[in-house]
């Protein structure tokens, strides 16, 4: 259906456009948190717990979008490597600035 493949494209050109400016968002925030006192504490329980979360969202909706159901093709993946990689390299900056 045409209206759907729209709303789809619509939908990633959008995502793609505003990923970057999201990440370096979310990193800056990351940042501006990790100088709270309780923040880095709370990161290490919070962070493991989240990207597993977000593993297993990731493998229902390709596995339901595998089966067929057509609502999850609309819904994106998190991308869990490349916010893994963008706050490692910040981290690996950050410590090189303390040291």
């Known amino acids: 259906m045409p209206h759907q493949e729209g709303v789809v494209l619509a939908s990633k050109s959008f995502y793609t456009e505003y990923e970057p400016a999201?990440?370096?968002?979310?990193?800056?925030?990351?940042?501006?948190?990790?100088?709270?006192?309780?923040?880095p504490h709370l990161a290490e329980v919070v962070i493991p717990t989240t990207a597993h979360w977000?593993?297993?969202?990731?493998?229902?909706?390709?596995?339901?979008?595998?089966?067929?159901?057509p609502?999850?093709?609309?819904?994106?993946?998190?991308?869990?490597?490349?916010?893994?990689?963008?706050?490692?390299?910040?981290?690996e900056e950050r410590i090189s600035l303390i040291g």
Not at 22 to 39: D, G, I, N
Not at 61 to 68: E, I, K, L, R
Not at 74 to 90: A, C, D, M, N
């Open 54 to 69: 977000f593993e297993k969202y990731n493998r229902t909706v390709v596995h339901m979008t595998a089966n067929h159901y």
């Open 71 to 91: 609502f999850f093709s609309y819904l994106p993946l998190v991308p869990i490597e490349k916010i893994s990689k963008t706050f490692r390299g910040e981290e």
């Open 22 to 39: 999201a990440m370096e968002y979310m990193v800056k925030v990351y940042h501006a948190l990790y100088s709270l006192p309780l923040f």
